[in-house]
């Protein structure tokens, strides 16, 4: 597997999706359909199990076809995590450079259980954060300034600006849930942001979206560093209610954030 293993049975590995996925031609029509369909999966019954705790809906969703997922995939400022749950009777172990051989194992070898997506990153002298009111994606994937044309170094050769993340859509299926696997799928995505802010030289800031009634969610980015700095109603997308849901659509948002490497930490 390629990331870090437990050493305790059930075996988990956080692998992320390569977003050369469409365009390397190292990757092949068949390799191509079989990630995309089983994300599209993943991500569709994330929406069915956890309705409340998602912006988007399964109803809206379900209406995207593979091509749109796979541009999804392919778009370099949205990293998609993917946890695997390996077998215990798997003997293949093989750790790879991309993540590749596991993701297209097959299912009864390594389970598709959980999910994130990393987003961004934008340069932070942009005007607004992001808000629960528009869809985060197309906020934090759109053009970065270029870092480079700007003064990016304040007069104590301090880093003035700092590359800015968003975390998207952590779900982990019930059966795999309270092992710690959503705060592995959280320090994963994080790590990565770390690491490019770190070659950048430049403090890294991340955000996330949470509704205010999910406590559990809540509490695995509070695990992270992250801390509530804002509150802000929303309106989740149309979707069938469960039972016992009361119609009322209109939900709080708590934006939550965490920053790395900023001058006040060093
Ligand atoms: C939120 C979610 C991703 C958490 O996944 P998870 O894998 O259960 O998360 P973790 O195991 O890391 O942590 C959850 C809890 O399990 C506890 N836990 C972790 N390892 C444990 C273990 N070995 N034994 C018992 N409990 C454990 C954690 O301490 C935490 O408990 P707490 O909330 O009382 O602090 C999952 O509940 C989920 O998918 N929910 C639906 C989707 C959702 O709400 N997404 C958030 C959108 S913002």
């Not at 969703?61 to 990293?79: C, H, M, W, Y």
């Not at 749950?85 to 003997?91: D, L, M």
């Not at 509070?222 to 509150?231: I, K, L, M, Q």
Request: glycine residues 6%.
């Amino acid at each position: 597997m390629t990331t870090e293993e437990t050493g305790a049975s059930p075996t988990f590995a956080i692998v992320p999706i390569p977003t050369s996925l469409a365009t390397d031609p190292r990757y092949s029509r068949h390799t191509q359909a079989v990630i995309t369909q089983r994300y599209r999966a993943l991500r569709l019954h994330a929406l069915k199990t956890a309705p409340a705790a998602f912006a988007s809906s399964y109803e809206l969703e379900v209406k995207r076809g593979l091509d749109q997922t796979l541009d999804r995939l392919s778009n370099p400022k949205a990293i998609n995590f993917i946890a695997l749950k390996a077998n215990s009777e798997s003997k293949d172990t093989t750790t790879s450079d991309d993540g590749l051989p596991e993701l297209l194992m097959p299912e009864w070898m390594a389970e598709w259980v959980g999910m994130i997506v990393l987003l961004g990153p934008q340069s932070d002298d942009t005007s607004s954060g992001p808000s629960a009111r528009r869809d985060p994606f197309a906020k934090m994937t759109g053009p970065i300034e270029a870092l480079e044309d700007q003064d990016t170094v304040d007069s104590h050769s301090r880093p003035r600006y700092a590359l800015r993340y968003h975390l998207n859509g952590v779900f982990v299926n019930p059966s795999a849930r309270k092992s710690g696997l959503g705060q592995r799928l959280v320090s994963a995505a994080l790590e990565k942001a770390a690491a490019a802010a770190r070659e950048a030289q430049v403090p890294m800031k991340c955000s996330v979206l949470v509704d205010s009634e999910n406590d559990v969610a809540r509490r695995v980015y509070e695990a992270a560093g992250f801390r509530v700095v804002a509150r802000e109603a929303y309106v989740q997308q149309p979707r069938e209610l469960v039972a016992g849901e009361s119609q009322a659509s209109e939900r709080v948002a708590l934006l939550m954030k965490v920053e790395l490497g900023s001058p006040g930490d060093r």
